[in-house]
Structures are given as structure tokens and as C-alpha cells.
């Protein structure tokens, strides 16, 4: 991952062997806002990425742009060494899976259902679910503390249990690149913890997460690199143990940071 803010990418970036995601000279803009002005990085296996900065600085759309749900201003998005815009929805969706901020259920449906439909990149056109499908699906509740909840109705589920569940069917759909925008929602601190970490054990598996984070401390426990956005354009990428500082905190923040520790951990407050 590049460190230093507006690095170009090497010229092999796109040859053997290819980055699972990476942005070149990427411009996310709202509007006349420019948010983020010339990102390039490279988004590496075993990488657990920490995206930061303050409401309105682009933390979302920066996501979004890069699991190819929106069009960036300039600059583009690479895939496995290849051009997204090149890549079938399907294609991408076999390689990147994007956890939305919030998920609203437009039909009643099963927990088990619900997951299976992280399954469907993976079906043929008109092709139906197998026994194996379902038991990758079941496994997968059972992986956010959800075991035997695969007959319930998700009208009968509480906003923490729904979010385990879109956890869950992004866990099923298997993708060699997590894209989370705010994991922690509607989690208690016990879910939330585990949630993460089981992420964190898939980057040691080799897979790549990347998640937007309101809170500096979680970000600091979990991620290996970080990404600061401050929203006018300006961003910094590197090694989270340096960049997570007090002093880059309340720049970021625009309001006093301090840090403490404890039991080893770095602990981040307003002050």
C-alpha cells in the first residue's frame, strides 16, 4: 500500500502478479465538492485497511467507487490487474463484496435465504442453490454467532442480528477483496469485536478488507494500514501504527484527539 499522499502506482501494477484492487489518480467529487483528488494505492492480500475521516469527507462514496457502484470523476479502478470497467458485474462481484452502511430488506424472507443470495455470482443464469450452497450458507451464520437462526424470519430479527446476517451473506459469497462501510452498525461491543476480528482472520487467510471506521481505537486494533480522508481533496495512506497519532487524529477531526494506553493498546479520546 502507498504510503505517501498522490504516490503514482509502479508501471507494473497491472502485470503479474496483480494487485486484487487497486485505484490510479482516483477523483471521488459530490456535486462541485472534489473529496478525494488523486488516490492511488495498492490494496494488497492480507491487508486490513482502515478508512477515516469526518461525516461528508467521502469515506462512503470512496467505497462505493471502488466496488464500481459509481463512476469515479477521474482516474479508474483496477481488478485483478484488469480495468474495472472492462470486468462483468458478475466478474467483480466474484472478486469484491461490498457490506452497505445500511441494508433495508425490501421483501420478508429467512435468515438462510437471505445469505444464499450471496451465493448467486457464483450460480449459472437460472441455476438454483445446492446442498453445498446451503451448508457454505449455514456455516457462514454460524460464523457471526447466528447458528440455528437460518429458519428465521428477518421481520423477526433486531437491527444487530440483520446486520449479522448481511455479514454473513457477504462471508457466503467468498470474495478475495471485503469492501465494509461501517461494520460496527446497530453491533453491540461483544458483536462487534468478533465481527472484526474474524475479519482480521481472514486477511490472515490472504483475503484483502478495507472498512470505513467512525471510531480511531477500533481502527487502531484491527487494521495493519489506514487511509485518512479530510475531505477536501487531500488524503494519507501508510502503516496505521504511524499514522494513527494524536496530532494527525485532530487534524483529521478537526477537534483535539488524545491518545492513552492500555493493556498494550492504543486508546484514542476527544479531548
Same mark, same amino acid.
Given at each position: 500500500?502507498?504510503?505517501?499522499?498522490?504516490? $503514482?502506482?509502479?508501471?507494473?501494477?497491472?502485470?503479474?502478479?496483480?494487485?486484487?484492487?487497486?485505484?490510479?489518480?482516483?477523483?471521488?467529487? !459530490? %456535486?462541485?465538492?472534489?473529496?478525494?483528488?488523486?488516490?492511488?494505492?495498492?490494496?494488497?492480500? &492480507?491487508?486490513?485497511?482502515?478508512?477515516?475521516?469526518?461525516?461528508?469527507? &467521502?469515506?462512503?462514496?470512496?467505497?462505493?467507487?471502488?466496488? /464500481?457502484?459509481?463512476?469515479?470523476?477521474?482516474?479508474?479502478?483496477? !481488478?485483478?490487474? #484488469?480495468?474495472?470497467?472492462?470486468?462483468?458485474?458478475? #466478474?467483480?462481484?466474484?472478486?469484491?463484496?461490498?457490506?452497505?452502511?445500511?441494508?433495508?430488506?425490501?421483501?420478508?424472507?429467512?435468515?438462510?435465504?437471505?445469505?444464499?443470495?450471496?451465493?448467486?455470482?457464483?450460480?449459472?443464469?437460472?441455476?438454483?442453490?445446492?446442498?453445498?450452497?446451503?451448508?457454505?450458507?449455514?456455516?457462514?451464520?454460524?460464523?457471526?454467532?447466528?447458528? *440455528?437462526?437460518?429458519?428465521?424470519?428477518?421481520?423477526?430479527?433486531?437491527?444487530?442480528?440483520?446486520?449479522?446476517? #448481511?455479514?454473513? %451473506?457477504?462471508?457466503?459469497?467468498? $470474495?478475495?477483496?471485503?469492501?465494509?462501510?461501517?461494520?460496527?452498525?446497530?453491533?453491540?461491543?461483544?458483536?462487534?469485536? /468478533?465481527?472484526?476480528?474474524?475479519?482480521?482472520?481472514?486477511? *490472515?487467510?490472504?483475503?484483502?478488507?478495507?472498512?470505513?471506521?467512525?471510531?480511531?481505537?477500533?481502527?487502531?486494533?484491527?487494521?495493519?494500514? #489506514?487511509?485518512?480522508?479530510?475531505?477536501?481533496?487531500?488524503?494519507?495512506?501508510?502503516?496505521?501504527?504511524?499514522?494513527?497519532?494524536?496530532?494527525?487524529?485532530?487534524?483529521?477531526?478537526?477537534?483535539?484527539?488524545?491518545?492513552?494506553?492500555?493493556? &498494550?493498546?492504543?486508546?484514542?479520546?476527544?479531548?
Amino acid at each position: 500500500m502507498s504510503v505517501s499522499r498522490g504516490a $503514482p502506482l509502479p508501471e507494473d501494477a497491472t502485470r503479474t502478479p496483480p494487485c486484487p484492487l487497486a485505484a490510479r489518480d482516483l477523483e471521488v467529487t !459530490v %456535486g462541485a465538492r472534489r473529496l478525494v483528488s488523486g488516490l492511488s494505492l495498492q490494496f494488497r492480500p &492480507g491487508e486490513f485497511v482502515a478508512v477515516l475521516g469526518r461525516n461528508g469527507s &467521502g469515506k462512503t462514496l470512496t467505497l462505493h467507487t471502488l466496488a /464500481g457502484l459509481r463512476r469515479p470523476q477521474a482516474g479508474g479502478v483496477y !481488478v485483478d490487474g #484488469a480495468a474495472m470497467e472492462s470486468l462483468s458485474r458478475r #466478474a467483480v462481484a466474484l472478486r469484491l463484496g461490498l457490506l452497505a452502511q445500511d441494508v433495508e430488506e425490501s421483501f420478508v424472507t429467512t435468515a438462510l435465504e437471505a445469505v444464499l443470495v450471496g451465493r448467486h455470482p457464483h450460480l449459472k443464469l437460472w441455476e438454483w442453490e445446492s446442498a453445498e450452497d446451503e451448508r457454505i450458507a449455514l456455516a457462514a451464520l454460524a460464523a457471526v454467532d447466528l447458528e *440455528g437462526f437460518a429458519g428465521r424470519r428477518t421481520d423477526t430479527l433486531s437491527g444487530g442480528e440483520l446486520r449479522r446476517v #448481511a455479514v454473513a %451473506g457477504l462471508l457466503a459469497q467468498g $470474495p478475495g477483496v471485503f469492501l465494509l462501510d461501517e461494520p460496527s452498525n446497530h453491533l453491540d461491543p461483544a458483536h462487534l469485536l /468478533g465481527i472484526l476480528g474474524l475479519f482480521r482472520e481472514l486477511c *490472515g487467510a490472504g483475503k484483502t478488507v478495507i472498512a470505513t471506521l467512525h471510531d480511531p481505537t477500533v481502527a487502531a486494533r484491527f487494521a495493519d494500514k #489506514a487511509l485518512l480522508l479530510f475531505g477536501d481533496g487531500r488524503w494519507a495512506a501508510g502503516e496505521a501504527a504511524e499514522l494513527l497519532s494524536a496530532e494527525r487524529l485532530s487534524e483529521l477531526y478537526q477537534s483535539p484527539m488524545l491518545e492513552f494506553q492500555q493493556d &498494550g493498546r492504543r486508546i484514542f479520546v476527544s479531548a
